[in-house]
C-alpha cells in the first residue's frame, strides 16, 4: 500500500497506476474505520483494478459548536485497516494542503442540502461538498463509493457530480449495522453502555415506520407519528428530526408515492447520531438500497 500526503504526490503514484490500465475507485472517509467504510472498501475492491482511499477530518463540515476537535483519530490503526482492505493508495492530506490560508471558494449544492441535517447543521453540507470536489478532482476515480448510512449526503453528491461534471460515478452501498442494529459510525465511540442502549431508538423508531408502512399505511403524518412514539419516555435522546420524505427531492409528500426515505437524527447523550431506511412505495417494501 502506498501512501499519498498531498495532491502532488497522489498524482504522482496514480499516473504510475493508470500507466498499467485498470479502473480506479475511491472510497473517501474521515478514518477512525469501522466496518461501515470496509463494505464500501470490499465493494470496491470487488470492482476496480485500483483502489484509493482517503483519510482527512474536514474542518470545513464542521459548524463552531461541533465535535471537530472531539472527532475520534487513529491513523495508525486506519492505515492498518485499509492495507487489510486491500487499499492500494491511502491519501492523508493535511488541513494546509487542502485549505490554504486565503482559501476562498466554495461548492454548494442549493436544494437537497437543505432539509433534514441541512436544518441543524447549517454550512455543514456546504463543507462536504467542497472537500468531496476537491478529493474527486485529486484522485479523479472511475468510481467513487458512498455509504447510504448518510442518505442525505450521498444524494448530494450524486447531484452535484452530475450536475458539475465532476469525474467518475457515484456508486451507493447499504448501510452496516452492529448486531443490536445499530448503524456502524464512529460517533458510536463517544457512547457508554447506556448511550449505547438508548441510541437503539433510532432503529426502533425506523422499525415502527417500516411495520406500519408494510402494514399498508401511506400517510406520511402517519408514518412519523408510529416513529415519534417510539421516543417517548426514553431518557438521553434528544430528538432532532424524523421525516419521511421523497427520495428524489427530499420534501415531505402528504402520501407516499415512488422510494421514499424515512430518516431520523438524535443526540444521544452528546454524541449526534443519524439513520434511515428506504421505502418504496410502488413495491410496498423497504428496501436496502435507494436506487
Ligand atoms: P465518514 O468517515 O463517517 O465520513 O464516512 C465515510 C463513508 O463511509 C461515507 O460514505 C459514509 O456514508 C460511509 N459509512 C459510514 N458508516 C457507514 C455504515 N454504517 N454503513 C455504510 N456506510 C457507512
Do not use: W
Not at 415512488?258 to 430518516?263: M, R, S
Amino acid at each position: 500500500m502506498q501512501r499519498a500526503e498531498n495532491p502532488a504526490e497522489l498524482r504522482t503514484i496514480l499516473d504510475g497506476l493508470r500507466a498499467d490500465g485498470g479502473v480506479v475507485g475511491f472510497v473517501p472517509t474521515m478514518g477512525c474505520l469501522h466496518e461501515g467504510h470496509g463494505s464500501l472498501m470490499q465493494k470496491a475492491r470487488g470492482e476496480v483494478g485500483h483502489l484509493v482511499a482517503s483519510v482527512y477530518v474536514n474542518p470545513k463540515q464542521f459548524g463552531p459548536d461541533e465535535d471537530f476537535d472531539a472527532y475520534p483519530r487513529q491513523l495508525e490503526d486506519d492505515l492498518a485497516f485499509c492495507q487489510a482492505q486491500g487499499v492500494d493508495v491511502v491519501y492523508t492530506p493535511r488541513d494546509e494542503v487542502m485549505y490554504p490560508r486565503d482559501f476562498t471558494s466554495f461548492v454548494q449544492e442549493e436544494v437537497l442540502s437543505v432539509p433534514l441535517c441541512g436544518q441543524g447543521r447549517p454550512g455543514h453540507f456546504r463543507g462536504v461538498t467542497t472537500v468531496v470536489t476537491k478529493l474527486l478532482n485529486q484522485v479523479r476515480p472511475d468510481r467513487s463509493y458512498f455509504g447510504q448510512k448518510d442518505a442525505q449526503q450521498a444524494l448530494i453528491i450524486q447531484r452535484m457530480v452530475r450536475d458539475l461534471d465532476l469525474p467518475g460515478e457515484v456508486v451507493l452501498c447499504p448501510i452496516v449495522r452492529d448486531e443490536h442494529g445499530l448503524a456502524l459510525s464512529s460517533r458510536n465511540r463517544y457512547l457508554d453502555d447506556a448511550g449505547r442502549s438508548a441510541s437503539l431508538t433510532l432503529r426502533r423508531a425506523l422499525q415502527a415506520i417500516e411495520q406500519a408502512f408494510e402494514g399498508g399505511e401511506r400517510s406520511a403524518d402517519a408514518l412519523v407519528a408510529a416513529g415519534k412514539a417510539v421516543f417517548k419516555g426514553v431518557e438521553g435522546v434528544k430528538l432532532e428530526y424524523l421525516q419521511v420524505v421523497s427520495r428524489d427531492h427530499l420534501m415531505q409528500l402528504p402520501t407516499l408515492e415512488g422510494v421514499c426515505l424515512a430518516a431520523v437524527a438524535a443526540q444521544v447523550k452528546g454524541a449526534r447520531l443519524i439513520d434511515n431506511s428506504v421505502l418504496d412505495a410502488e413495491s410496498g417494501k423497504v428496501r436496502a438500497t435507494l436506487f
